[in-house]
């Protein structure tokens, strides 16, 4: 199926065959698709098409895979069929924002956008327990390649999978690193620079990506969150088009800022969709949520889902997003904690003082947490390292961590070798949990979310600026941070004209409300999670024991929503019960609270 953006007729319709028998299906957006045309037309090579598609396949017959991937700006997955090779290729984009699902059996190779699409084709799927624990207790993310069912597979981020037909030989290789990003050269430039001119470059490598990512010829909107970063890339798409914009926006119960989003929308003289007054309703969506991720997430995709869902019925099929900027330019309070942690370790030489007061006082480096003395021994939770490592990710996730340090190691310091590393490695993973929000939540509402912050201009220049110079030490009691996240984008914003209540609003995230976490504790209590219990060998009762007992709250919400989830995949993958049978269960179970 084709959701139809570039070249609405049947001439961009998929699988693609060219005239010598290449075939190629394609998921996503080629950004400089226009440009690569035209140098391709001076080399007189005809298109029949006005697709992005039919560029990616003469692009890849005349310059080969490898460098046809170094040319391409977009989110993608493909498979390509070379027919004088005989040998079939898939490629992922260079940070995973297009999925590629795969399963092997001898010579049998199945593969697809989703994982369901797959399920026909198999005698039923089976949860892999192992493979489910990162996204249920640590970062809701699979991990090497993994899923959390048997036999299905990911392709992961800038990788290409080659086939060769009638053989069972299955080859993987990297063809793209993003420590591969890090120069040293550009990154010592760009430390000489100024705030204002290091804003600027940022600005002027922004304008690029969002004047390609306006691109469309069907309806396009903005993501509109009335934040900085949704704000700067609303504001930018203005100026390139200079007409009124759609911006869709999503209103929780428990934060009114309609004034500011208001104000903001009149400035530039564009129109605002509100999707609001849903906070209750908003429990009811999960089952169908969690059936478009096929894996865990959190929460905050409940009201993306709703939004969509709008913009879906306004016939528009492209919104721009802000999603990225906070890992590209050291957003997240999560940031600043780590820096904090590594200043005091490289500046204050006090280990002595730290072991001595350990072997006196036994227990007071971790006084201000919960103890996990009844979990680990030695009595050291820095132990719990290897186990996770080997446990969660067959004792690769170090070695890749050692990697995002030695990309910066020409800084001879260690206190800026490990925070650039962090916000490498934040770009490098932890950043999928978005992308992966993004992709699936719009597309089950055949919506495709484009996200400007992550091309590979910009994710190599916010690469290669120091992580001091995006985010110095300037505490503030009003944002509640010690550092001031992503200077460059405010510079940007205040350049643009945006107010000033938008340039310094504190983070919130996406709020779901307090109508709808009170619905998720009531429907854990209720529901069933006997599928949970069963994989884990344990007792239902003493699951939901857990969970009434954590006394810390942002962990007992998250565990009781992940908990709740992983239920639903069960039933839904495996028991193949239906989104909407759950979402009757749980409208019947909320019914008689």
């Given at each position: 199926?084709?959701?139809?953006?570039?070249?609405?007729?049947?001439?961009?319709?998929?699988?693609?065959?060219?005239?010598?028998?290449?075939?190629?299906?394609?998921?996503?957006?080629?950004?400089?698709?226009?440009?690569?045309?035209?140098?391709?037309?001076?080399?007189?090579?005809?298109?029949?098409?006005?697709?992005?598609?039919?560029?990616?396949?003469?692009?890849?017959?005349?310059?080969?895979?490898?460098?046809?991937?170094?040319?391409?700006?977009?989110?993608?997955?493909?498979?390509?069929?070379?027919?004088?090779?005989?040998?079939?290729?898939?490629?992922?984009?260079?940070?995973?924002?297009?999925?590629?699902?795969?399963?092997?059996?001898?010579?049998?190779?199945?593969?697809?956008?989703e994982i369901k699409a797959i399920l026909p084709l198999l005698n039923g799927l089976k949860i892999n327990i192992n493979n489910c624990l990162n996204p249920i207790f640590f970062t809701n993310l699979n991990s090497n390649n993994k899923t959390m069912f048997d036999d299905i597979s990911s392709l992961d981020a800038g990788q290409i999978m080659s086939h060769e037909i009638n053989t069972t030989q299955f080859n993987i290789k990297e063809y793209s690193n993003l420590c591969s990003f890090v120069d040293e050269k550009e990154y010592l430039i760009n430390s000489k620079l100024n705030s204002r001119d290091i804003s600027n470059k940022v600005s002027e490598t922004?304008?690029?990506?969002?004047?390609?990512?306006?691109?469309?010829?069907?309806?396009?909107?903005?993501?509109?969150?009335?934040?900085?970063?949704?704000?700067?890339?609303?504001?930018?798409?203005?100026?390139?088009?200079?007409?009124?914009?759609?911006?869709?926006?999503?209103?929780?119960?428990?934060?009114?800022?309609?004034?500011?989003?208001?104000?903001?929308?009149?400035?530039?003289?564009?129109?605002?969709?509100?999707?609001?007054?849903?906070?209750?309703?908003?429990?009811?969506?999960?089952?169908?949520?969690?059936?478009?991720?096929?894996?865990?997430?959190?929460?905050?995709?409940?009201?993306?889902?709703?939004?969509?869902?709008?913009?879906?019925?306004?016939?528009?099929?492209?919104?721009?997003?802000?999603?990225?900027?906070?890992?590209?330019?050291?957003?997240?309070?999560?940031?600043?904690?780590?820096?904090?942690?590594?200043?005091?370790?490289?500046?204050?030489?006090?280990?002595?003082?730290?072991?001595?007061?350990?072997?006196?006082?036994?227990?007071?480096?971790?006084?201000?947490?919960?103890?996990?003395?009844?979990?680990?021994?030695?009595?050291?939770?820095?132990?719990?390292?290897?186990?996770?490592?080997?446990?969660?990710?067959?004792?690769?996730?170090?070695?890749?961590?050692?990697?995002?340090?030695?990309?910066?190691?020409?800084?001879?310091?260690?206190?800026?070798?490990?925070?650039?590393?962090?916000?490498?490695?934040?770009?490098?993973?932890?950043?999928?949990?978005?992308?992966?929000?993004?992709?699936?939540?719009?597309?089950?509402?055949?919506?495709?979310?484009?996200?400007?912050?992550?091309?590979?201009?910009?994710?190599?220049?916010?690469?290669?600026?120091?992580?001091?110079?995006?985010?110095?030490?300037?505490?503030?009691?009003?944002?509640?941070?010690?550092?001031?996240?992503?200077?460059?984008?405010?510079?940007?914003?205040?350049?643009?004209?945006?107010?000033?209540?938008?340039?310094?609003?504190?983070?919130?995230?996406?709020?779901?409300?307090?109508?709808?976490?009170?619905?998720?504790?009531?429907?854990?209590?209720?529901?069933?999670?006997?599928?949970?219990?069963?994989?884990?060998?344990?007792?239902?009762?003493?699951?939901?024991?857990?969970?009434?007992?954590?006394?810390?709250?942002?962990?007992?919400?998250?565990?009781?929503?992940?908990?709740?989830?992983?239920?639903?995949?069960?039933?839904?993958?495996?028991?193949?019960?239906?989104?909407?049978?759950?979402?009757?269960?749980?409208?019947?179970?909320?019914?008689?609270?």
């Amino acid at each position: 199926k084709r959701l139809s953006i570039q070249d609405l007729t049947d001439l961009g319709s998929q699988p693609m065959i060219d005239e010598k028998g290449n075939v190629l299906c394609f998921n996503g957006e080629i950004y400089n698709f226009k440009k690569l045309k035209e140098i391709l037309n001076n080399k007189r090579i005809k298109f029949k098409s006005n697709s992005d598609t039919e560029v990616l396949l003469k692009t890849i017959n005349y310059y080969g895979l490898e460098k046809a991937l170094e040319l391409i700006d977009g989110m993608f997955s493909f498979v390509y069929f070379d027919m004088k090779q005989n040998k079939i290729y898939a490629c992922t984009d260079l940070f995973g924002m297009k999925p590629l699902y795969y399963y092997v059996s001898g010579n049998n190779f199945i593969f697809a956008s989703e994982i369901k699409a797959i399920l026909p084709l198999l005698n039923g799927l089976k949860i892999n327990i192992n493979n489910c624990l990162n996204p249920i207790f640590f970062t809701n993310l699979n991990s090497n390649n993994k899923t959390m069912f048997d036999d299905i597979s990911s392709l992961d981020a800038g990788q290409i999978m080659s086939h060769e037909i009638n053989t069972t030989q299955f080859n993987i290789k990297e063809y793209s690193n993003l420590c591969s990003f890090v120069d040293e050269k550009e990154y010592l430039i760009n430390s000489k620079l100024n705030s204002r001119d290091i804003s600027n470059k940022v600005s002027e490598t922004l304008n690029n990506a969002v004047k390609t990512h306006l691109i469309s010829d069907a309806n396009t909107g903005i993501l509109f969150s009335a934040g900085l970063d949704s704000s700067i890339i609303a504001s930018k798409a203005f100026n390139h088009t200079n007409r009124s914009l759609s911006l869709f926006k999503y209103q929780s119960a428990d934060l009114n800022d309609s004034n500011l989003a208001n104000e903001f929308v009149e400035k530039i003289k564009s129109k605002i969709f509100v999707t609001k007054n849903i906070d209750k309703n908003l429990i009811f969506n999960l089952p169908h949520l969690i059936y478009a991720y096929e894996t865990l997430n959190n929460s905050d995709g409940s009201p993306l889902y709703a939004v969509c869902e709008n913009a879906k019925k306004l016939n528009f099929k492209v919104l721009l997003t802000g999603d990225c900027a906070d890992e590209l330019f050291g957003g997240y309070g999560s940031f600043d904690n780590y820096r904090l942690n590594q200043f005091i370790k490289n500046n204050f030489k006090i280990n002595w003082l730290t072991n001595l007061t350990n072997k006196v006082f036994p227990g007071l480096r971790s006084l201000f947490i919960e103890s996990m003395h009844h979990m680990i021994s030695p009595f050291d939770d820095r132990f719990i390292n290897p186990y996770l490592d080997f446990s969660l990710y067959k004792g690769t996730k170090n070695l890749e961590w050692n990697k995002c340090k030695e990309a910066y190691s020409f800084l001879n310091n260690n206190y800026h070798i490990n925070c650039n590393a962090f916000l490498l490695d934040e770009v490098k993973n932890r950043m999928k949990r978005f992308l992966v929000r993004s992709d699936r939540v719009g597309m089950s509402k055949s919506i495709e979310l484009r996200i400007p912050y992550l091309t590979r201009d910009m994710v190599k220049l916010a690469l290669n600026i120091p992580f001091n110079r995006k985010a110095p030490f300037m505490p503030s009691y009003h944002r509640r941070r010690l550092f001031l996240d992503k200077k460059p984008l405010r510079q940007i914003a205040k350049n643009l004209g945006i107010d000033q209540k938008i340039v310094n609003r504190v983070k919130i995230g996406t709020p779901t409300g307090e109508t709808d976490e009170k619905n998720l504790f009531y429907v854990v209590s209720i529901f069933s999670l006997k599928n949970v219990a069963n994989l884990f060998d344990i007792k239902e009762k003493v699951i939901k024991n857990y969970l009434n007992n954590i006394k810390f709250y942002p962990m007992k919400y998250r565990l009781f929503w992940t908990f709740l989830s992983f239920e639903i995949i069960i039933r839904m993958f495996v028991n193949k019960n239906s989104p909407n049978e759950i979402e009757a269960e749980f409208r019947s179970i909320l019914k008689g609270k």
